[in-house]
């Protein structure tokens, strides 16, 4: 039927046809690495442009943390300042009630005793004359 020679020459396009395939599929192989890999390399970037962005918040995060507990730190000194002024005025307040409270009883024992004296009462209290009554002429 068929001669050797057509067998050989059915073979031979056969294998041009797998080869010509093989070609195909490695080119096809070949080109979807290319794009994996690139693929690959741009999600590399991001990933690292990602991971300095990290690391730059990070470092913003502990800045303002660090600035916050400075604050913090600042504004009890301002307290502890201001609350040793507040005792100071309510001590010095204290005193001058005190002050107040005994130059008060100064001056009311004082007026007391004055208008318990005689020498005040004769000199605050007008000698009475004696009335008279006088004919008009």
């Known amino acids: 039927m068929f001669s050797q020679g057509s067998k050989?020459?059915?073979?031979?396009?056969?294998?041009?046809?797998?080869?010509?395939?093989?070609?195909e599929m490695l080119d096809k192989l070949e080109t979807a690495v290319e794009k994996i890999s690139e693929g690959n390399n741009r999600i590399a970037t991001i990933l690292v442009k990602h991971d300095e962005r990290i690391d730059q918040n990070y470092k913003t995060d502990q800045l303002i943390?660090?600035?916050?507990?400075?604050?913090?730190?600042?504004?009890?000194?301002?307290?502890?300042?201001?609350?040793?002024?507040?005792?100071?005025?309510?001590?010095?307040?204290?005193?001058?009630?005190?002050?107040?409270?005994i130059i008060v009883g100064i001056a009311l024992f004082a007026s007391?005793?004055?208008?318990?004296?005689?020498?005040?009462?004769?000199?605050?209290?007008?000698?009475?004359?004696?009335a008279r009554i006088e004919a008009r002429p």
């Open 65 to 101: 943390i660090k600035m916050v507990e400075d604050l913090k730190e600042e504004s009890k000194e301002h307290c502890s300042n201001f609350g040793g002024r507040i005792d100071k005025i309510e001590a010095r307040l204290e005193e001058f009630v005190k002050f107040r409270w």
């Open 8 to 23: 050989l020459a059915v073979l031979e396009s056969k294998l041009n046809m797998y080869e010509d395939l093989s070609r």
């Open 112 to 130: 007391f005793a004055f208008s318990q004296s005689s020498v005040v009462v004769d000199i605050l209290t007008p000698d009475q004359q004696p």
